[in-house]
């Protein structure tokens, strides 16, 4: 018998919460196949099988919490799939008994090694922060963090110890009215759900707003689409416009594509932009790594892969890590204009909302024409950026994209 494993998920997840059994006992596996989705803070995992045989039993039910390196399956190796599970033996009544007891085994000796694991074992911190709560006797469960990955730093524990103890938490009474229906809240809903609160809590967040008139840009994607798709084998959207008029503008106003840490600024010089993709399960922001570097034909195509993945589940960690400034299109579902909230730590996020055909003032005011614009919205960290350079960013923004010949002199 083999024992299936919960492997290393990334140095900030320690645990996760299954989501699907793949495979059932009685079932082949093969070296290498998935038997089981786990879902973690940030997107989905297959878990998969070392060793071909038959899946022998889970030790684990849909829905329940395990950790990095509990035991969840049994592969029996070597053995064949059968038709059902009480026809791979003879003594398959008696095994059915054994495998229902097999669990309450090895749980009974893990209960006293749960007891006996220090406090704050299971929150995700650094080393530097875990030696701080051990010295102020701190629960590193209640200290809120604005790391995207849920860690709690040396910082958060400093901001800790100057804040008023939170409340005690509020007991709800259990619903009781058929017509309300009770959702349990996923792992990845509840660590979006944190995150959000915890950057509103900790950052001094402020939006500016401009309009952008996008004739010129839908002239240019209605006379190149055709051939573009031709030669790249994927659409020219306005992601790719948007994306490179950010980065213009991130390398005019640099501390808009940094992070605060204690009294230090990290100021990047890489662009990594982060693009909020909505998926049926929440919220994901995977990243498009050094935009910069990219032609429009590169970054349309890693967007569209990246929003696929996204709708499968199939992202990884990796394409969620190492976000610098984030780009948000609510226009998509039709909103008009929104105030987006950081995704922490970043210094900034750019939100992009619907197309709407109004009158405007052109040709220095001579005239009144109906042009396809855009409201624009800018969050950013006030402790970081003052408002003349959030608008000399949106400003920066709408420039180029009003005359996108630019792109080819200065992107």
């Known amino acids: 018998m083999a024992e299936v494993k919960v492997p290393e998920l990334a140095e900030s997840i320690t645990e996760g919460t299954v989501a699907n059994w793949l495979k059932q006992p009685g079932d082949a596996v093969a070296k290498g196949e998935a038997i089981v989705e786990l879902e973690t803070d940030k997107v989905n995992v297959d878990i998969i099988s070392d060793y071909d045989g038959v899946l022998k039993e889970t030790l684990a039910e849909e829905g329940d919490i395990v950790n990095v390196g509990d035991t969840i399956a049994i592969v ?12 791979s033996a003879p003594e398959a009544a008696p095994a059915k008994e054994e495998v229902a007891a097999a669990p309450a085994q090895q749980a009974a000796p893990a209960q006293p090694a749960a007891e006996s694991k220090p406090a704050n074992s299971g929150v995700i911190a650094t080393p530097a922060a875990r ?62 759900a944190k995150n959000l609160k915890n950057v509103q ?46 980065v ?9 594509n940094s992070e605060l840490r204690g009294d230090e600024l990290l100021v990047k010089k890489y662009y990594n932009i982060g ?18 570097r990219k032609n429009f034909a590169e970054i349309e195509r890693d967007i569209a892969d990246l929003a696929k993945k996204a709708r499968d589940n199939k992202l990884s960690l990796a394409d969620m890590q190492d976000g610098t400034f984030t780009i948000t299109n609510g ?30 003032a052109v040709e220095n005011n001579t005239k009144i024409e109906i042009r396809p614009m855009m409201y624009i919205a800018l969050s950013y960290d006030h402790r970081i950026v003052d408002g003349k350079e959030a ?3 949106l400003v920066r923004i709408k420039e180029l994209l009003e005359d996108p010949e630019q792109f080819l002199l200065e992107v």
């Open 76 to 87: 029996e190796e070597g053995a064949t799939a059968t038709s059902s599970p009480a026809e």
């Open 131 to 192: 030696k701080l709560a051990r010295e102020k006797g701190i629960d590193l469960s209640q200290v809120s963090t604005v790391d995207p990955l849920g860690r709690v730093t040396k910082q958060d524990v400093m901001t800790f110890t100057t804040q008023k103890p939170a409340p005690a938490p509020v007991v709800t009474a259990p619903v009781e009215d058929d017509r309300v229906e009770v959702v349990k809240l996923s792992r990845r809903r509840q660590a979006i």
């Open 201 to 246: 809590n900790t950052a001094a967040m402020l939006t500016t707003f401009n309009e952008v008139d996008l004739t010129a840009v839908m002239e240019l994607r209605k006379k190149r689409k055709d051939r573009f798709f031709e030669k790249h084998d994927v659409k020219l959207g306005f992601m790719s416009f948007f994306t490179k008029a950010a």
């Open 248 to 256: 213009a503008a991130l390398k005019e106003i640099p501390h808009l």
């Open 275 to 292: 693009v909020a993709v909505s998926t049926d399960s929440g919220l994901v922001v995977p990243v498009v790594r050094d935009a910069d």
């Open 331 to 360: 226009g998509v579902f039709g909103s008009l204009a929104s105030t987006p909230i950081l995704n922490g730590p970043q210094a900034g996020i750019l939100g992009m909302h619907s197309i709407q055909y109004r009158p405007v």
């Open 391 to 393: 608008v000399t960013f």
